[in-house]
């Protein structure tokens, strides 16, 4: 591919959005185009690591500073971030950087309309599933065949049939398809966006193998593209682009590496979960209590670390501390390990790994599948459940721990589902079996590299 192709690449400032984002810019970059990520200006300047590589550069557009917290946030961004971007692409076709094509972001469906009205093509990238994509779709088609009324209690035992699918309870349901959620519309106007669109375009980060009936479910105007699955492991040095400081990282890998194949519980609920007091005691006194080594991924929320510390000490018989001031911990048989943050792909691609606590986010479940590393699910929020329902009851690649009357899951069901994990010889096989196809997806001729040689054809064209 010519270089002068130049794709702008548009992110929110989240790890879970950054990270399939650029590593699709590095597949991009890698087949010969010239790629621009592009976040909020706060996310750009938050990110600790900017891979190096030809051809990729980085740039920002406004938020307004927008955050999170307030109910118009989505509604701020794209105010502010449509005129922003718009005066970022002009300015690059002035210095001689015509933008050629614009891949967004989920939650930021009016890129698209930035793009049509500076006439440059576009597509969707969408970062979960495609069975979430399906469920969404579905939802909000405006055919008279959605189900956008449909009301989603979660307290009750309805469900939902979509095809492909297994029956999905209201539980089970992307927490974004309830009205009360300030994602909600943003939801409906990316299947709008699609919809009025002459020549929808997506992309997947998920893989052929995998999700077939999901793929095919989603209808045949929208031209989809699966590129999944989006992992760092193509170069010698690891793909990091964090939000966080990796401080611990040579202590972490020296600590796998002394440990036995296949022994180690690796624990992270993410970057964004805050998991509360009484169920990080009981998660912790379960990984105790089951004798095996464990590495926890454990972010501070505003906290004392200190004083946090101090609790973990009180529940561990001897400890020691990491350099950051968290508890190296060596009790009950196995021993563990918590550290801030930590490279997760490059944890999990560990032959000491052997099963991973999660929360269940679709980038973590991917990661877990390009390990060969068997999941146990302790989901939250977002589409974790309608994640966990397909590991436990489709791929068959993990258990799921169920919470008590309170909604906290106990150290016996901790236990448990490590033991069931980490003991079960069909779910081994099927995490080898996973891996096998994700591997497989995107080598050369692979579908997922063919379908993005499929999407640079068509900017050809």
């Not at 650029?22 to 706060?42: I, N």
């Not at 959605?146 to 297994?166: A, H, M, Q, S, W």
């Not at 590393?373 to 169920?402: L, R, T």
Request: net charge negative; glycine share 8%.
């Amino acid at each position: 591919m010519d270089h002068h192709h130049h794709f702008l690449l548009v992110s929110l400032s989240f790890q879970s959005h950054i990270n399939p984002t650029l590593r699709l810019a590095t597949k991009l970059t890698r087949a010969g185009a010239q790629v621009t990520f592009a976040t909020t200006v706060s996310g750009l300047n938050n990110l600790k690591t900017r891979p190096s590589l030809p051809g990729l550069s980085y740039d920002s557009f406004s938020d307004g500073n927008a955050t999170l917290s307030k109910p118009d946030y989505f509604q701020q961004i794209e105010l502010n971030g449509s005129a922003s971007l718009k005066s970022l692409i002009l300015t690059k076709s002035k210095q001689g950087q015509k933008v050629d094509f614009i891949i967004y972001g989920m939650c930021l469906p009016w890129v698209a309309e930035v793009a049509r009205d500076l006439h440059v093509p576009s597509a969707f990238f969408f970062i979960q599933s495609a069975a979430t994509f399906s469920v969404v779709y579905h939802f909000f088609r405006s055919d008279g065949l959605g189900v956008v009324n449909y009301e989603i209690d979660p307290t009750t035992t309805g469900g939902l049939e979509i095809p492909g699918l297994p029956l999905l309870k209201n539980s089970e349901l992307p927490q974004f398809l309830r009205p009360s959620e300030t994602s909600f519309p943003v939801f409906r106007d990316h299947i709008e966006t699609l919809e009025k669109h002459p020549n929808p375009c997506m992309l997947i980060n998920t893989f052929d193998g995998l999700e077939s009936e999901s793929i095919e479910s989603i209808p045949d105007h929208i031209n989809v593209f699966s590129v999944g699955p989006l992992f760092s492991g193509e170069t010698e040095e690891p793909f990091i682009c964090d939000i966080f400081h990796d401080s611990d990282r040579e202590t972490y890998l020296r600590w796998l590496d002394s440990k036995p194949e296949k022994s180690v519980v690796y624990v992270s609920f993410g970057s964004i979960l805050e998991l509360g007091k009484k169920q990080k005691e009981e998660i912790l006194e379960g990984l105790i209590e089951s004798g095996r080594p464990f590495l926890w991924a454990i972010r501070s929320h505003g906290e004392d670390d200190e004083a946090r510390a101090n609790l973990y000490r009180a529940k561990i018989h001897h400890c020691d501390e990491a350099e950051n001031g968290f508890t190296a911990a060596e009790g009950g048989g196995g021993g563990g390990l918590m550290v801030r943050w930590c490279s997760q792909v490059e944890v999990l691609n560990h032959s000491a790994i052997g099963c991973f606590v999660s929360h269940c986010g679709w980038n973590s479940m991917l990661e877990s599948m390009v390990g060969g590393v068997a999941v146990v699910g302790c989901p939250q929020f977002s589409e974790q459940k309608m994640n966990m329902k397909m590991v436990e009851e489709v791929w068959g690649n993990g258990v799921k721990m169920v919470a008590d009357g309170e909604g906290v899951v106990g150290r016996e069901e901790v236990k448990r589902c490590l033991e069931v994990a980490m003991g079960d010889g069909e779910i081994k096989r099927n995490c080898e079996r996973l891996k096998t196809m994700a591997m497989e997806a995107v080598v050369d001729g692979g579908p997922s590299r063919t379908n993005l040689k499929r999407l640079i054809e068509k900017l050809k064209a």
